[in-house]
């Protein structure tokens, strides 16, 4: 995904069990984020960003943070991206 800097990024959990979002690089952590709720991240410097979850080892993705430009979008609501749900 690119997003421009100030963009901002939402993880949705619509899974019904305890997610998390954790920057490899440990820019952001989003901590237990529970069935229903989401985290939100807004990135201020132009870089890439790994990132995974604790809890779902398999659920990894990669943010590109750019000077300039229109991001792109996992859905029609924007910038969210879906914590991935129970096996």
């Known amino acids: 995904m690119e997003i ?12 019904s069990t305890v997610q ?7 820019t952001f952590d989003s901590g237990e ?3 229903g ?7 201020d410097d132009t870089g890439i960003h790994q990132y995974g979850s604790d809890q779902e080892p398999l659920f990894e993705g990669v943010i590109t943070i750019t000077e300039s ?11 969210t991206t879906v914590v991935p749900a129970d096996g």
């Open 33 to 35: 984020i529970a069935e």
């Open 20 to 26: 998390s979002v954790v920057a490899d690089d440990g």
């Open 69 to 79: 430009g229109e991001a792109l979008q996992d859905d029609q609501s924007g910038n």
């Open 4 to 15: 421009p800097v100030g963009g901002t990024i939402t993880w949705a959990n619509e899974g």
């Open 37 to 43: 709720e989401s985290f939100s991240y807004t990135f």
